[in-house]
T-cell receptor
Framework: QQNVQQSPESLIVPEGARTSLNCTFSDSASQYFWWYRQHSGKAPKALMSIFSNGEKEEGRFTIHLNKASLHFSLHIRDSQPSDSALYLC????????????FGKGTKLSVKS | AQTIHQWPVAEIKAVGSPLSLGCTIKGKSSPNLYWYWQATGGTLQQLFYSITVGQVESVVQLNLSASRPKDDQFILSTEKLLLSHSGFYLC????????????FGHGTKLSVL
């Protein structure tokens, strides 16, 4: 059974700051990991994914995966007010492609 | 382009009453379909998934049931609502290959009183 923990629960940063969000998972057999972003009252939307150890960058967003330490992170460079949202990490569980377990999320507020 | 439509947008129901929520996906054949539930301030929790018509797998037991009567339709229901059923219900689809992202519908906000 996959257990996904996110930290911090909430975060307030000034515009232009570098933001780091963390996620730890329990199922060492997990194969793929996602970050989703959910603006208030809206549906979550996929942000980025990674399937092997290492780093992946897309624009201002970088994700990092370390399967040995069961750790997964998201870094936002030059944070903008529009980045304010709930950030959810997710990993598959039980070796299944269809079972995805989400963390509780980190609520990010970027103040201008 | 694929579209996902959920109905209704919101519901206010009495404890003990029945419930039926629906979801339709257009523009994609044989998608994987999912139901998720998010309590206020809570974790997004997977309830059911389906990889083909007529087959539904339950992930957690919450006195809810799901059915997939057509390739593009996913239904979530219960005969008797509980207070604990309140929350945000999200339908999602993904392609039937490994490691594919979920595309969520706009969700249904359910209040059980």
């Amino acid at each position: 059974q996959q257990n996904v923990q996110q930290s911090p629960e909430s975060l307030i940063v000034p515009e232009g700051a570098r933001t780091s969000l963390n996620c730890t998972f329990s199922d060492s057999a997990s194969q793929y990991f996602w970050w989703y972003r959910q603006h208030s009252g809206k549906a979550p939307k996929a942000l980025m994914s990674i399937f092997s150890n290492g780093e992946k960058e897309e624009g201002r967003f970088t994700i990092h995966l370390n399967k040995a330490s069961l750790h997964f992170s998201l870094h936002i460079r030059d944070s903008q007010p529009s980045d304010s949202a709930l950030y959810l990490c997710a990993g598959n569980s039980g070796g299944s492609n269809a079972k995805l377990t989400f963390g509780k999320g980190t609520k990010l507020s970027v103040k201008s | 382009a694929q579209t996902i439509h959920q109905w209704p947008v919101a519901e206010i129901k009495a404890v003990g009453s029945p419930l039926s929520l629906g979801c339709t996906i257009k523009g994609k054949s044989s998608p994987n379909l999912y139901w998720y539930w998010q309590a206020t301030g809570g974790t997004l929790q997977q309830l059911f998934y389906s990889i083909t018509v007529g087959q539904v797998e339950s992930v957690v037991q919450l006195n809810l049931s799901a059915s997939r009567p057509k390739d593009d339709q996913f239904i979530l229901s219960t005969e008797k609502l509980l207070l604990s059923h309140s929350g945000f219900y999200l339908c999602a689809w993904s392609r039937q290959v490994s490691n594919e992202r979920l595309f969520f519908g706009h969700g249904t906000k359910l209040s059980v009183l």
